[in-house]
């Protein structure tokens, strides 16, 4: 029997040109219109949209906690699921694909879109605020329990669920895609259930939430990138932590990103993440070097222990107790990683051609929770071991006082070269905040092109432009807590989306196999 049969679709059919832009109709139009809008009326009304903003986030983290965690287990299991079954053995992009990149490149850009900065403001913050205020009720733990307890917590943040989230998202879209012949899109990932419906409203609004939680997400790790070079900069050579620095520095990183955008994607992104990955393993490997060696590999093996012990109470939502590490870091990372799913998801999909499905899933899942428990436990857990061995609080007191965007530099002050080592911080975050705009830029302008990879520059150009006003308009309208409401706003709906995606993509590989039977 022959494989499933490919989709008789065009890429781009339905699309439109004007002003030398390649619209699909309405996804452009509803999408652009309603962003630009909303940048202008949230920088004409900063306070009410701070109020609004502040409101929001409680409501809907509070509200709808459980269906952030059951949808996050869901993807999970899915994904495990796909590694131990027959669907494994299928190649993306037919038996006979070969992969476009080397591991190591395609490991680079998987990471640089995924968690780039993320982890450079979380890495030393986490750990060491749930060290401090160990979830699950553990708070009279001992110094040692609560250490294990807290980067459990963290591991659980950028473990097996966020890349389960990516995982899904950038298999449906690569399966179907290079598959089936359909266009790089997020609708095409429903055509399984819902036939060629996906190519009318159906599809529109699902490709225009999708432009929204990409923008959203993004924005929401732009203000962070922006909050944590700002920082840096204040920290080494004084510059004044304002607005206005922060909008100086958006707009000049979003300019880099523009010319990163307009080279493309093996030219611009894929060279910035290499160089990503080089200087972020470059700072790992002298942080566990000069750092506290024993402790890091120690901590690497008891906080692998400790997060497979809690996986399971971390992950249940009823009858919790610790409510604010729940509502104020679970749920708002589970619908954080749901915004960006649009994004890192098509972004994995366009770099995966020639993977296995199993060899796709092990890579995009186990891999990088590995390597997320070693970049944890090096930044997090030098922290620790600096409070608990030498008594140094520099990051103990960026957690007690609310600083967060100072405690990777404050880590990083009693090691040998700390002025080489905070500027290489500040440029890792700085070449991350590229990389997510300009790949952000790429994936939002194959959604609004209808799934075309080679739409004309100037409609890259106008997303990787609002990106910036986006964060911009969000960070002046509340900061950091408006940035995590729009996150969440727009991941919620999202979230039901990608499960209904899972029983899609099921469907597809069943067929699929059915018919190379």
């Given at each position: 029997m022959s494989e499933a049969k490919a989709v008789d679709y065009e890429v781009g059919q339905d699309n439109i040109e004007i002003f030398g832009l390649d619209i699909h109709n309405p996804v452009f139009l509803i999408s652009s219109v309603i962003i630009v809008g909303f940048v202008i009326f949230v920088l004409m009304f900063q306070e009410g949209a701070a109020a609004f903003f502040g409101e929001l986030r409680p409501w809907l983290t509070s509200t709808f906690d459980w269906v952030f965690m059951l949808a996050g287990n869901i993807f999970v299991l899915f994904c495990l699921f796909l590694v131990v079954s027959p669907f494994g053995k299928i190649r993306i992009g037919g038996a006979d694909a070969k992969p476009d990149y080397s591991y190591a490149g395609w490991f680079a850009m998987l990471f640089a879109a995924g968690m780039g900065i993320g982890l450079m403001f979380f890495g030393v913050l986490e750990p060491v605020f749930h060290f401090q205020n160990p979830p699950l009720g553990m708070t009279g733990a001992d110094q040692e329990a609560a250490r294990s307890l807290g980067m459990a917590a963290t591991?659980?943040?950028?473990?097996?669920?966020?890349?389960?989230?990516?995982?899904?998202v950038a298999l449906a879209l690569a399966f179907f895609c290079y598959n089936r012949g359909l266009p790089l899109t997020i609708r095409s990932a429903f055509h399984p259930i819902f036939g060629d419906a996906v190519w009318g409203w159906f599809g529109h609004v699902i490709d225009t939430l999708?432009?929204?939680?990409?923008?959203?997400?993004l924005a929401t790790s732009l203000g962070f990138g922006a909050e944590q070079a700002s920082a840096g900069l204040n920290y080494l050579f004084d510059i004044p932590v304002t607005d206005v620095t922060k909008v100086v520095l958006i707009l000049a990183i979003t300019a880099v990103a523009l010319v990163s955008v307009m080279a493309g994607l093996d030219k611009g992104v894929k060279r910035l993440s290499e160089i990503n990955m080089i200087l972020a393993f470059l700072l790992l490997l002298f942080v566990i070097v000069v750092g506290p060696t024993l402790d890091i590999v120690k901590g690497f093996f008891q906080g692998a222990v400790a997060y497979a012990a809690n996986i399971v109470p971390l992950s249940n939502w009823v009858g919790r107790e610790d409510t604010d590490f729940l509502h104020g870091w679970t749920t708002f990372y589970w619908a954080w990683w749901i915004s960006w799913s649009p994004f890192v998801g098509m972004f994995i999909a366009r770099v995966s051609r020639g993977r296995t499905v199993r060899e796709f899933i092990v890579c995009v899942l186990i891999i990088p929770t590995i390597v997320s428990i070693l970049w944890m436990n090096a930044f997090g857990g030098t922290a620790i071991s600096q409070f608990i061995t030498d008594g140094y609080t520099g990051v103990t007191e960026t957690v007690t006082n609310w600083a967060p965007e100072l405690s990777l530099f404050k880590m990083l002050e009693p090691l040998p070269m700390s002025g080489v080592l905070s500027f290489v911080g500040i440029t890792l975050v700085i070449v991350f905040f590229v990389t997510s705009s300009d790949s952000g830029s790429l994936v939002i302008d194959t959604i609004t092109a209808g799934g075309k990879v080679d739409a004309p520059v100037a409609q890259r150009i106008f997303w990787c432009t609002f990106e910036g006003l986006v964060a911009i308009a969000l960070l002046l309208g509340g900061g950091l807590g408006s940035l995590q409401a729009a996150a969440i706003a727009t991941g919620f709906p999202f979230a039901l989306v990608l499960v209904l995606m899972c029983f899609s993509t099921f469907k597809g590989?069943?067929?699929e196999k059915a018919a190379k039977a």
């Amino acid at each position: 029997m022959s494989e499933a049969k490919a989709v008789d679709y065009e890429v781009g059919q339905d699309n439109i040109e004007i002003f030398g832009l390649d619209i699909h109709n309405p996804v452009f139009l509803i999408s652009s219109v309603i962003i630009v809008g909303f940048v202008i009326f949230v920088l004409m009304f900063q306070e009410g949209a701070a109020a609004f903003f502040g409101e929001l986030r409680p409501w809907l983290t509070s509200t709808f906690d459980w269906v952030f965690m059951l949808a996050g287990n869901i993807f999970v299991l899915f994904c495990l699921f796909l590694v131990v079954s027959p669907f494994g053995k299928i190649r993306i992009g037919g038996a006979d694909a070969k992969p476009d990149y080397s591991y190591a490149g395609w490991f680079a850009m998987l990471f640089a879109a995924g968690m780039g900065i993320g982890l450079m403001f979380f890495g030393v913050l986490e750990p060491v605020f749930h060290f401090q205020n160990p979830p699950l009720g553990m708070t009279g733990a001992d110094q040692e329990a609560a250490r294990s307890l807290g980067m459990a917590a963290t591991i659980f943040h950028w473990g097996l669920h966020p890349w389960a989230i990516y995982a899904v998202v950038a298999l449906a879209l690569a399966f179907f895609c290079y598959n089936r012949g359909l266009p790089l899109t997020i609708r095409s990932a429903f055509h399984p259930i819902f036939g060629d419906a996906v190519w009318g409203w159906f599809g529109h609004v699902i490709d225009t939430l999708a432009v929204f939680a990409t923008l959203f997400g993004l924005a929401t790790s732009l203000g962070f990138g922006a909050e944590q070079a700002s920082a840096g900069l204040n920290y080494l050579f004084d510059i004044p932590v304002t607005d206005v620095t922060k909008v100086v520095l958006i707009l000049a990183i979003t300019a880099v990103a523009l010319v990163s955008v307009m080279a493309g994607l093996d030219k611009g992104v894929k060279r910035l993440s290499e160089i990503n990955m080089i200087l972020a393993f470059l700072l790992l490997l002298f942080v566990i070097v000069v750092g506290p060696t024993l402790d890091i590999v120690k901590g690497f093996f008891q906080g692998a222990v400790a997060y497979a012990a809690n996986i399971v109470p971390l992950s249940n939502w009823v009858g919790r107790e610790d409510t604010d590490f729940l509502h104020g870091w679970t749920t708002f990372y589970w619908a954080w990683w749901i915004s960006w799913s649009p994004f890192v998801g098509m972004f994995i999909a366009r770099v995966s051609r020639g993977r296995t499905v199993r060899e796709f899933i092990v890579c995009v899942l186990i891999i990088p929770t590995i390597v997320s428990i070693l970049w944890m436990n090096a930044f997090g857990g030098t922290a620790i071991s600096q409070f608990i061995t030498d008594g140094y609080t520099g990051v103990t007191e960026t957690v007690t006082n609310w600083a967060p965007e100072l405690s990777l530099f404050k880590m990083l002050e009693p090691l040998p070269m700390s002025g080489v080592l905070s500027f290489v911080g500040i440029t890792l975050v700085i070449v991350f905040f590229v990389t997510s705009s300009d790949s952000g830029s790429l994936v939002i302008d194959t959604i609004t092109a209808g799934g075309k990879v080679d739409a004309p520059v100037a409609q890259r150009i106008f997303w990787c432009t609002f990106e910036g006003l986006v964060a911009i308009a969000l960070l002046l309208g509340g900061g950091l807590g408006s940035l995590q409401a729009a996150a969440i706003a727009t991941g919620f709906p999202f979230a039901l989306v990608l499960v209904l995606m899972c029983f899609s993509t099921f469907k597809g590989l069943r067929e699929e196999k059915a018919a190379k039977a």
